[in-house]
C-alpha cells in the first residue's frame, strides 16, 4: 500500500494568513491526488483532485501542486469558514489511502 | 441535489454482525460505483470497499476482507454492507461516498459523501 504522509499535523493561523500543508507519498503517484476538507461533526468535502484542479464551487483561494511524490495543498488568505481538518488522499493504486490529516486551528 | 443517507450503525458485541444501507438519490445511480469509508473516533479516513456500477466488480481493504461484503441494488438505489465477525477496531463512523467518474472505470476518489452512520463493536 502507499502510505501517506501529512505535515504538520496540525497548525495554529490568523485569519488572513497564507497557509500550506505537504503531503508525502512512499511512491510516485503521478498527480492522482486528492484533497478534502472535513469540519467537526461533517463528513469530508472535496477540495482537489488532480493534485491541482479545483473541484467545482471550492473557492479559488484554495490551490494544489506538487509531482512524483511530495504535494502542497495551499490556502492564499485563510479565512473562518476554513478552520478545519484537511485530508490527502492518492487513487494511484489500489487501496486508496489517505493522509493522517492537517487540523487547522484559529491562533 | 446529491443526497446519500446512511442507516444501520448501533452497538454490536465483538463476533457480531450488521449490515449497513445507504440511500442514495439526486443521480443516476446505476451510473456511477459506489464506496464505503469510514473513520475511528477521533482518527483519520480509512478506504474500505468499493462495488462497480453493476455490481459485477468488488474490492476490499486487506483490513476487512472476508469478514465484509459490499452490496448494491440499483432498482431501489441503495448500498450495503455487510459486516460479519466484527472486532473492536472496526468501530467507527462508516460514510457511503460516491466515486467521482461516471461509467466502467472508477477513479477511487469521491465527490458526495453521506453523513456517516456509527458502528460500536463492543461487549
Known amino acids: ?107 | 441535489e446529491v443526497q446519500l443517507v446512511e442507516s444501520g450503525g448501533v452497538v454490536v458485541q465483538p463476533g457480531g454482525s450488521l449490515r449497513l444501507s445507504c440511500a442514495a438519490s439526486g443521480f443516476t445511480f446505476d451510473d456511477y460505483a459506489m464506496h464505503w469509508v469510514r473513520q475511528a473516533p477521533g482518527k483519520g479516513l480509512e478506504w474500505v470497499s468499493l462495488i462497480s456500477w453493476d455490481g459485477g466488480s468488488t474490492y476490499y481493504a486487506d483490513s476487512v476482507k472476508g469478514r465484509f461484503t459490499i452490496s448494491r441494488d440499483n432498482s431501489k438505489n441503495s448500498l450495503y454492507l455487510q459486516m460479519n465477525s466484527l472486532r473492536a477496531e472496526d468501530t467507527a463512523l462508516y460514510y457511503c461516498a460516491k466515486d467521482i467518474s461516471r461509467g466502467v472505470a472508477p477513479r477511487y476518489y469521491f465527490d458526495y459523501w453521506g453523513q456517516g452512520t456509527l458502528v460500536t463493536v463492543s461487549s
Open chain 1, 1 to 107: 500500500d502507499i502510505q501517506m504522509t501529512q505535515s504538520p499535523s496540525s497548525l495554529s493561523a490568523s485569519v488572513g494568513d497564507r497557509v500550506t500543508i505537504t503531503c508525502r507519498a512512499s511512491q510516485g503517484i503521478s498527480n492522482s491526488l486528492a484533497w478534502y476538507q472535513q469540519k467537526p461533526g461533517k463528513a469530508p468535502k472535496l477540495l482537489l483532485y488532480a493534485a491541482s484542479r479545483l473541484e467545482s464551487g471550492v473557492p479559488s483561494r484554495f490551490s494544489g501542486s506538487g509531482s512524483g511524490t511530495d504535494y502542497t495543498l495551499t490556502i492564499s488568505s485563510l479565512q473562518p469558514e476554513d478552520f478545519a481538518t484537511y485530508y490527502c488522499q492518492q487513487y494511484y493504486s489500489t487501496p486508496p489511502t489517505f493522509g493522517q490529516g492537517t487540523k487547522v486551528e484559529i491562533k
